[in-house]
C-alpha cells in the first residue's frame, strides 16, 4: 500500500449553530480543507456522520454532501460507527488512497445536533448503545459512562476531584482554542458544584450537543511532498476494532479494550510505542473516558489514568499532553465530525499554526475516536516528516 | 491492487419477518455466507443499512453485528447510500481485500422495515431524497419516480403497459425464487388493475417494503482458488458513481446519469461492453427504474427501454436476461441489503445452483444497485473463472 498525507484541513467554530443547516455547516469546512490543500478538486469523498436520519431528516448523506460540493459525480461514501464515525471516514478514506483506488480523497465528519429538542438527542444519541439490551432498558450514555466510573473508582481508588482535574485541564486548552464551543476556564472546584447528571458524573463532566464539522484532504506521500511547502504530516497507522456492544457483556468495564486492540496494532504498524509520542488526542465524551483511554493507550500504567490530570501529566506543558485542543469536553462533541477534528489538531501542532495552545516541536501523535462505550475504537498515528524524501 | 473473488454467499426468504429482529436476520445471513465459504473466520466486516435509526433505533451497526457474529474485536464498519448501501458495502469490501489490508471479508447489507408503520417507513425512505428540497414539500419516492416516468412516456412514448411487462417478467422469475417475498405471477393486466399509487405507477409498478439481509464472503483471487471447488465469481469491475441529491437540478429526467457514468468507468475497468454481458440484476425500486437504468447501462439504446420486457428480450430466455432474480420488484427491497442480494444472484448463476431460473452457462455479469433517483449508483462486474491461474 502507498503512505498517505494530509494536505488539508478545515475546521469552523463550533456550536449550536442555529443559523446553519446540517449542509452548510459540512461545506463550509469541507471548501476550507481543499483551499488549505491547493488542489482544485477531489476524486472522492468520504463523510462520517452517526444519525443524519434521526438528527435531521437527512440520510444518503455521501450522494448529498458531494452534490453540495458541486463535485459530482465523484463516489461520495458515507460510514457510520456512532461517536467515532469520524474516525472511521479517515480510516476509509486513507484506504481509498493507500490501495491506489484514488489519489486526491476528502475525508469529513458532521453532525446537526441541535435541531431537535434535548430528549429526542439522547435517544438518537443511545442508538449508539445496544438497543435491546441498553437502551430497551432505560440507559443513557451518562448512566453508561456513570457505572464505567463507578466500576473504576471502585478498583484503583479513582476520585470525583480527579475526573474534575480532567474537565478543568481540557478546558484550560480550549479556552486557547478559537473554534472551541465552550472556550471557558473551568476550577475543579466549579466541575464538583455543577448539577449532578448520573452519579458520580456531574454536567461538567460531560461532553456538550453539538454542530459542528471537520474535513481534511489526503493524498499519496509523494504528492504530499510536490504539493506542500511546510511539514507534512504522513498517516503512519491506522487501526480499528470492536468490542461488545453492550457493557453487560464484558469481563471488565472499568477499561476500554477495542482501544487496547487498536492502539497494539497501531503502535507495531508505525513502529513506535507510547513513549514516542509528543500528544495525543483522546475520545474525552466524559471525564472518566479520557481516564480509561490513557489507560489503554499505555500513556500509563492501569489504574495510574485518575491521577494524570491532577500531576499535571497531561497539561499542554506535561510529559504527556492530552487533547490540546480542548477535546470533545471544551472544544464540543458534534459526534460524526469528532473524529476529523482531532486530525485537524494534529496538523495545526505539526504545522505550527496551533496559536497559544502550540505544542514545542512535536513529532509523533495520535488520535483515538470511539463509539459508544467503546465497542468501536479507530485509532490513527501521524508523523512530521520534511519535504524530502529522506525524512 | 489485488484481483478480488466472491467466495461465499449467505441469504434466506425475504419478507414480512415479524418474529426475527434486525439482528436475528443480518446474522443468519452472515453465518450462512461464511459456512458456504467454508472459512472459519473473517478479518473484517462490512455492512449497508441505510436507517437503523429511523427504523429500529439501532446505529452504530458495525460493532453492533461484529458483536453479534461473536468475532470482535474485527474492524466492523456500516456504510450507507440509502438504497445503494448494500452495493456500497461491496465495493468497500473489495477495495479492503484489493488494497491488502484484509485477506477474509464480509460484505453484507440488513434493513428491517416493518417494525414501523407504514407511513414511519414512507418517511424514512424519503431521507434518501433531498430534505429541504423535496421532502419538506411533501414529495416521498412514489412521486419522485412517477414523475421521471412521465418524463420518459413524454419524450419516448413508453406506455403504462411496458411498465406492466417489467413487473410481469421480473415476478415470473421471482415465481422460481424461494427467497423471494411476492413469488406469485402476475400478468399485465393485473398490474394495469392494480390501486394507483403516484400517476402513472400502481401499486404492481412499486417494489416492497421488505425485511431482510444478505452477505457475501469475499477474498484475493489467489486464495479463493485454493480454497474453492466449483466455478470462481471474480469481481472484475466495480465503480460508484453520484449525481445531484434533487431531481429538480438535472438537465434531464427521464435518465439515471450516475449510472451511465458509473457503467463506463466499470466496462473500461473489466475490458468488457453490455453485448458482453450474460445478464444483470438491476434496481427496479419502480418499474420505470428498470427501463431507465437498462437504458443507461448500454443493454438497449436510449428510449428503448419501454419495449425491452414487453419485447421478451429481457426475459430469463431473452437475449440480455435482466433480474432473474425477480428483481426488487418479485423479491422484495429490504434497502440495505439489495445490493448484496443482486451478488448473491450472480454467485448462483455462475455455480449453477439458480433452480428453475439457471441461466445457461453465463460469463459474464453485471449488477447495478442505486440509491434514492439515481443520485447515487453502485456498480460491479464479475466474471466466472476457473480454478486455475490462466483461466
Not at 457510520?80 to 472511521?88: D, I, Q
Not at 479513582?158 to 476556564?185: D, R, Y
Not at 456531574?202 to 510536490?226: F, H, Q, Y
Not at 504498524?269 to 483511554?293: N, Q
Request: hydrophobic share 45%; charged share 20%; aromatic share 4%.
Amino acid at each position: 500500500m502507498r503512505d498517505v498525507a494530509v494536505i488539508g484541513v478545515g475546521m469552523n467554530k463550533w456550536g449550536e449553530l442555529w443559523e446553519l443547516s446540517h449542509r452548510d455547516i459540512w461545506t463550509s469546512a469541507a471548501l476550507d480543507a481543499i483551499e488549505d490543500a491547493g488542489v482544485d478538486h477531489v476524486d472522492a469523498m468520504y463523510v462520517g456522520c452517526m444519525s443524519g436520519g434521526l438528527f435531521v431528516g437527512q440520510e444518503h448523506l455521501g450522494a448529498m454532501l458531494a452534490d453540495q460540493l458541486g463535485m459530482g459525480p465523484i463516489p461520495g461514501t458515507r460510514v457510520e460507527s456512532a461517536c467515532a464515525s469520524g474516525g472511521l471516514a479517515l480510516r476509509q478514506a486513507y484506504l481509498a488512497v493507500a490501495s491506489g483506488a484514488h489519489d486526491i480523497v476528502l475525508a469529513s465528519g458532521v453532525e446537526k445536533m441541535t435541531d431537535v429538542d434535548g430528549a429526542a438527542a439522547t435517544y438518537a444519541l443511545s442508538t449508539a448503545a445496544d438497543q435491546e439490551y441498553e437502551c430497551f432498558h432505560g440507559l443513557t450514555f451518562p448512566g453508561l459512562y456513570a457505572m464505567m466510573a463507578r466500576a473504576h473508582m471502585e478498583r484503583y481508588g479513582t476520585t470525583i476531584e480527579q475526573l474534575a482535574h480532567v474537565a478543568s485541564k481540557n478546558h484550560a486548552n480550549g479556552a486557547k482554542n478559537p473554534n472551541a464551543q465552550f472556550p471557558m476556564k473551568v476550577t475543579p472546584e466549579q466541575v464538583l458544584a455543577s448539577p449532578m447528571v448520573a452519579d458520580p458524573l456531574r454536567l461538567l463532566d460531560c461532553s456538550p450537543i453539538t454542530d459542528g464539522a471537520a474535513a481534511v484532504v489526503l493524498v499519496p506521500l509523494e504528492m504530499a511532498r510536490k504539493l506542500s511547502d511546510g511539514p507534512i504530516v504522513r498517516i503512519a497507522a491506522s487501526a480499528h476494532a470492536t468490542d461488545t456492544m453492550a457493557l453487560a457483556d464484558r469481563a471488565e468495564i472499568s477499561a476500554i479494550e477495542s482501544t487496547a486492540r487498536a492502539a497494539e496494532q497501531a503502535y507495531k504498524a508505525a513502529g513506535i510505542g507510547p513513549d514516542d509520542l509528543s500528544f495525543c488526542e483522546v475520545h474525552d465524551c466524559f471525564t472518566i473516558a479520557e481516564v480509561m483511554v490513557i489507560e489503554a493507550l499505555g500513556l500509563v500504567e492501569k489504574g495510574q489514568g485518575g491521577q494524570a490530570a491532577a500531576s499535571g501529566l497531561t497539561a499542554l506543558d506535561g510529559k504527556r499532553p492530552v487533547n490540546p485542543s480542548g477535546g470533545l469536553k471544551s472544544k464540543g462533541h458534534p459526534v460524526g465530525a469528532t473524529g476529523i477534528a482531532q486530525v485537524c489538531e494534529v496538523a495545526e501542532q505539526f504545522r505550527g499554526g496551533a496559536g497559544e495552545r502550540q505544542l514545542d516541536d512535536p513529532h509523533w501523535a495520535l488520535t483515538q475516536n470511539m463509539g459508544g462505550t467503546g465497542a468501536s475504537s479507530v485509532i490513527h498515528i501521524f508523523e512530521r516528516v520534511g519535504r524530502e524524501a529522506g525524512r
